[in-house]
């Protein structure tokens, strides 16, 4: 059975060595990690990790029953991209002789839907959100041009489907406050 693309999301607690924790289950398994974000959640003092992995179907369960297991861990879930919303950012810097020169740029960052972000008499920058396809596209168009630096973010994504985890951490919290109180 081919690799599937799967995205998986960590509702942490936010201490201090979690992510060497999570990247050695994946170390230990030989699984790369195609992309990695990080960020408070929607929840106040959880912070939520996104991972994406290409791996078989029947080692993802396996994989994130591993990761629950980790103390910090709150919840664990996986996705295939089919269950997900998902999108990617990147950044292009770009010689500002190009934007003022070479017309046809202003062509390509209309096309691409990108918009700049910041122009200064050495550089300006680009701004791109959408699909790693189009964000690498951009960059082959934009390359001949004097592309300074690029860089582009991990996946950022929601899932289709309710998650729970907002009434998982709400239970836990009365919970935690009857204790106090009592």
Do not use: C, W
């Not at 999301?9 to 992309?35: M, P, Q, W």
């Amino acid at each position: 059975m081919e690799p599937t693309t799967y995205t998986i999301s960590i509702y942490t607690e936010n201490n201090v060595g979690l992510l060497n924790r999570i990247s050695a289950i994946f170390l230990k398994r030989h699984i790369n990690v195609e992309s990695l974000t990080t960020s408070p959640s929607e929840i106040e003092n959880v912070f939520r990790f996104v991972i994406v992995v290409k791996m078989k179907q029947e080692n993802i369960a396996r994989v994130v029953k591993q990761i629950e297991k980790q103390i910090d861990v709150i919840r664990a879930y996986y996705h295939t991209d089919t269950e997900t919303i998902f999108q990617e950012s990147a950044l292009y810097k770009i010689k500002s002789e190009a934007l003022f020169e070479e017309r046809h740029i202003q062509n390509i960052i209309k096309k691409s839907q990108a918009n700049i972000v910041t122009v200064s008499p050495e550089f300006f920058v680009i701004e791109k959100t959408g699909f790693r396809e189009e964000t690498e596209k951009l960059y082959e168009d934009l390359r001949p041009y004097g592309l300074l630096q690029f860089v582009r973010s991990g996946r950022i994504s929601v899932s289709k489907a309710k998650m729970g985890i907002s009434e998982i951490l709400n239970t836990f919290k009365t919970k935690n406050n009857e204790e106090k109180s009592s």
